[in-house]
């Protein structure tokens, strides 16, 4: 089993930067690939990056390509998100997860059995 607790978010203007963290703990943390998603209000769960357990494979949603950037430490059990250019639609609340029994990086939501408590990221135009 994976524990998940994010940190890192805030209250930004657009352009500005913000580092998502998500500390794990679990003996399986690095047998697991990990994601990040975000929801904001009146909307559906959605995904934003991944990465396979090895760090050496990572995926991202189109609407952030280019700006976010998914990485991990085992040794430290640690996942990141680092978010450039932010613009207002980034604005929601980010979720870490990991998949449970899967090695590589995924985009589907239901491949995640594990979920942290969410991050708020608010960014103002």
């Known amino acids: 089993q994976v524990q998940l607790v994010e940190s890192g978010g805030g209250l930004v203007q657009a352009g500005d930067s913000l580092r998502l963290s998500c500390a794990a703990s679990?003996?399986?943390?690095?047998?697991?690939?990990m994601g990040w998603f975000r929801q904001a209000p009146g909307k559906e769960r959605e995904f934003v990056a991944a990465i396979n357990r090895s760090g050496g494979t990572t995926i991202h949603a189109d609407s952030v390509k280019g700006r976010f950037s998914i990485s991990r430490d085992n040794a430290k059990n640690m996942v990141w998100l680092q978010m450039n250019s932010l613009k207002p639609e980034d604005t929601a609340v980010y979720y870490c997860?990991?998949?449970?029994?899967?090695?590589?990086?995924?985009?589907?939501?239901?491949?995640?059995?594990?979920w942290g408590q969410g991050t708020q990221v608010t960014v103002s135009s």
């Open positions: 997860a990991a998949r449970q029994g899967g090695y590589t990086a995924s985009s589907l939501r239901a491949e995640y059995a594990y």
């Open positions: 679990g003996r399986t943390f690095s047998n697991s690939a």
